[in-house]
């Protein structure tokens, strides 16, 4: 039974290889696919009850038992029973819009091709059409009716031209990746002979005129006797695998040997045809990093602002320099190679596209800049670092580069990028992708090629310029994030803070509020992935805390509530405390939810700790032992109250400023702030004073809706810690007796490196 045993080898598949981080996956995240194993139930079960066994008349062939086709309307199950078993309905003659319009169908009951009483009457068919409601109509790409015999492809021609070119390059794609395996099974393409506005009723048929979208019915090897002949040089039937051949019907029997085979391969030629359909490829991402110090000095991306539109980010965290370099990364939003059992990238089997993307930068006159690209490679490896794929392998693309300087070109010109390249089965790409590409009206919508006119070709990209400068322009310098406290002034209500940990660990705490205005705090930890690049790819939600004596650490879970990376520019100088030089950095901070959403918000420091310097000035700091406020900065908790803790710091302005990360008394999450603490430090003690800790009282909505004016603190308590190397103690003390007072034994979960002052 060939074709079921092809449809349920397309579910294992996904399921054994559904976290490929490649191919699989791709579909399994970007398309939905409905398979229906089996159509006609009963006519099946019929076939199994009698695996061996059929009627059978010399005039009209085998019509039951093993050789069932129709359904079992006015037909019972009996084999013997001859009087029924001409009756039921084929159900590839059912179906709008050429239901009882040709003489390859029949309204004759016995008929093996009876159309039925009414269009689109069976049950059956019925229950297909349920099915295909299971998606939105807009969101139909593709529709195959599995059958056999005959190897061979038969697609009606449609009205609309585009359509039909589209349907055969997806017959093609599935045709040539097909004959491609050593068995070389070649599936021909059979719309040729037919013509636009004919029909027999088939499936195929009323999909295609219903959504536009390329559709067929895949026959099944072994070959036929067509005429003409689709396979002249194969013999025909059972004859394909050293059979005899001896009548047309032997052909729906596929050799128990063969199956294991057929069911395989054609599953994975049915991936090619929907990885073409899931989706022409776009850029989504281009980014610079200096190979000097490793750090990003531009970055371009495309954020998806609506559901037909995206938006394009760029920007300079460093100028970019000629004679300087760099290396050149470029993100796609689709796996773009295939790799073969060795892991080399190769073309798709029967596939001949360029492996590498043609790069060339273009000045506004058109001339053409010297680039020297060395090192192109695709990135199958996930890492901690900027060199690693995104969401699939080899979705991103890495060449070095270094430009070379025109003659007589002024100081700074612009460049922009060209990028061409295909995916696996030679899609070119979306020359806009502010436009995203969909599906309507039998072809690709949005869908432009480089000169921006739509097309179902694409082109190549040539979005994104940059400026390059021949000399230097200012007085600063690239380093990695420094421990300190950052917000947007834009957004002001909201902040982060970030610690530099050992092992280029950072810890990230964001105090903000939820999409309904209330409370909200997170953080996350992770290596960094560039020298001046935070992310965080999981930040953590607590949920089960509750204010005061009834915590119970046992209740506290967590939950990932989307990524942040912050990339900080090259840091400029700023006059300090005690006309002391120090850098600041200012960043982009980009938030992307679980859902795929997004907003970005600008960084810079609120303020800057007492005794923190940059990682880069490691080598210039010499610790002192003696214990002060500068030496308890970090993060504290109670460990008997795990999952909540604050943080505290000195400030080079000489006040301390606190954030405690808690609960209030129903369970939600609460943070408070107070920054005029007063600090006051004596031998093997730092105490540290807030007279006035503040709560929210009106929140503001979460990302793009955030609006400053909105938000409100008022006064809730005070808070004193006295802490020493590795103890302490917390007290608050609150008038609203919700809250009361308390005393926690706290200890530090985190400190900072790169201290002038080192508590042991």
């Excluded at 099946?44 to 093993?66: A, E």
């Excluded at 052909?251 to 128990?256: A, H, K, Q």
């Excluded at 607590?542 to 209740?555: H, Q, T």
């Excluded at 600041?584 to 810079?604: C, H, S, V, W």
């Amino acid at each position: 039974w060939q074709s079921p045993e092809t449809l349920t080898q397309i579910i294992t598949d996904f399921h054994n290889k559904s976290n490929d981080q490649s191919f699989y996956q791709y579909l399994l995240e970007s398309a939905a696919i409905i398979t229906i194993p089996t159509n006609n139930i009963d006519g099946f079960l019929q076939t199994q009850r009698y695996p061996t066994q059929n009627w059978y008349s010399d005039d009209i062939g085998p019509r039951d038992g093993r050789m069932r086709r129709k359904n079992l309307l006015d037909t019972d199950e009996i084999l013997n029973s001859q009087d029924d078993f001409l009756n039921g309905v084929d159900l590839n003659r059912n179906n709008n819009p050429y239901w009882a319009s040709s003489n390859s169908s029949s309204d004759n009951p016995s008929s093996i091709v009876f159309h039925g009483p009414s269009s689109q009457s069976e049950p059956e068919t019925q229950a297909r059409l349920t099915a295909a409601n299971l998606i939105d109509a807009d969101q139909f790409r593709l529709y195959t009716d599995v059958h056999s015999f005959s190897q061979v492809h038969f697609a009606n021609r449609s009205f609309n031209n585009r359509l039909n070119i589209l349907q055969s390059r997806v017959l093609a794609d599935f045709t040539n990746h097909h004959s491609a395996y050593p068995e070389g099974k070649v599936y021909v393409d059979r719309s040729s002979f037919t013509t636009a506005g004919f029909g027999i009723g088939a499936t195929d048929e009323y999909f295609q005129s219903t959504y536009q979208i390329p559709s067929w019915t895949l026959e099944i090897e072994p070959s036929g006797l067509l005429n003409p002949d689709a396979h002249a040089n194969l013999p025909g039937v059972s004859a394909d695998y050293g059979g005899f051949a001896n009548n047309f019907h032997d052909g729906f029997i596929l050799p128990e040997s063969e199956i294991k085979r057929v069911r395989e391969q054609l599953s994975e030629s049915f991936m090619v045809v929907w990885y073409g359909q899931a989706g022409p490829p776009s850029i989504t991402q281009l980014r610079i990093i200096d190979q000097s110090n490793n750090a990003i000095v531009f970055d371009a991306e495309w954020d998806i602002t609506a559901a037909v539109g995206r938006e394009l980010y760029s920007h300079y965290f460093d100028e970019i320099l000629t004679n300087h370099n760099y290396s050149l990364l470029v993100r796609f939003d689709k796996p773009m190679r295939y790799r073969d059992n060795s892991n080399n990238v190769q073309n798709l089997p029967g596939q001949t596209v360029a492996i590498n993307p043609v790069i060339s930068g273009i000045k506004a006159d058109n001339s053409v800049v010297e680039l020297n690209l060395q090192n192109p490679r695709w990135i199958d490896n996930k890492t901690s670092s900027w060199e690693s794929y995104h969401f699939y392998k080899d979705d991103t693309f890495i060449v070095d580069f270094t430009i070379n300087p025109s003659n007589n070109s002024p100081v700074t010109e612009t460049m922009t990028w060209r990028i061409a390249v295909s995916d696996m089965v030679g899609q070119a790409l979306d020359s806009d992708p502010s436009t995203v590409v969909n599906w309507a009206s039998g072809q690709w919508q949005n869908y432009e090629d480089v000169n921006g006119t739509s097309s179902i070709s694409g082109g190549s990209d040539n979005n994104i310029e940059i400026d390059i400068n021949s000399e230097t322009t200012g007085n600063q310098r690239m380093q990695q994030p420094q421990t300190a406290l950052y917000f947007d002034p834009n957004r002001n209500g909201e902040g982060f803070n970030l610690e530099t940990l050992g092992n280029d660990l950072r810890l990230l705490q964001w105090y903000t509020f939820d999409e309904q205005g209330n409370d909200q705090w997170m953080l996350g930890t992770h290596p960094l992935i560039a020298e001046n690049v935070v992310y965080v790819p999981e930040m953590l939600v607590a949920d089960g805390g509750v204010f005061g004596p009834d915590f119970n650490p046992d209740n506290i879970s967590l939950s990932n509530n989307g990524s942040v990376e912050m990339v900080f520019e090259a840091a400029q100088p700023i006059l300090g405390p005690n006309e002391e030089t120090l850098w600041i950095q200012m960043g982009q901070m980009k938030y992307t939810a679980p859902d795929g959403r997004k907003f970005r918000t600008n960084l810079e420091p609120i303020s800057l700790p007492t005794g923190i310097r940059s990682p880069t000035d490691i080598d210039l700091i010499e610790p002192s032992n003696i214990l002060n406020a500068s030496g308890i900065i970090g993060s504290w908790f109670d460990p008997t109250r795990n999952g909540e803790g604050f943080h505290i710091q000195e400030t080079i302005n000489g006040n301390a400023v606190i954030l405690w990360y808690s609960f209030d008394i129903s369970g939600s999450q609460k943070w408070f702030i107070g920054s005029d603490g007063v600090v006051t430090e004596t031998d093997g003690n730092v105490q540290i004073s807030f007279a006035q800790v503040f709560e929210v009282v009106q929140g503001s909505r979460f990302g793009t809706e955030f609006d400053a004016s909105e938000v409100e603190l008022a006064p809730w308590g005070n808070i004193e810690v006295n802490l020493q190397c590795a103890t302490g103690t917390f007290y608050f003390e609150s008038p609203d007796p919700i809250y009361g007072s308390g005393t926690y034994s706290v200890i530090p979960i985190t400190r900072p490196i790169v201290n002038e002052f080192e508590c042991q």
